[in-house]
């Protein structure tokens, strides 16, 4: 994946963040899950943030049905292909 920096998935392997180059903030940080056909990761909604912690909170709010399972693992994310959502 091109301008990933790192990644982070659940126990699981469906939910998770990435880190990414980005001109303004030098970073950005998204919350992803993982298409069951293609295997592909998947950034949620377009949704971005300026630190780990706020995309990971993502996933604790009430208003969507992405739970994550366990703790998050930095793992390599040279392996999965990215997607952006449409």
Do not use: C
């Amino acid at each position: 994946m091109q301008g990933i920096l790192a990644m982070w998935l659940d126990e699981d392997g469906r939910l998770g963040v990435i880190e990414r180059k980005d001109e303004r903030f030098g970073s950005s940080f998204h919350p992803i899950k993982r298409d069951e056909k293609t295997r592909e990761m998947i950034i949620i909604n377009n949704l971005w943030y300026t630190t780990y912690t706020g995309a990971r909170h993502y996933f604790r709010l009430n208003t969507n049905d992405y739970r994550v399972s366990g703790r998050m693992q930095k793992v390599d994310g040279m392996q999965w292909a990215l997607r952006e959502s449409s």
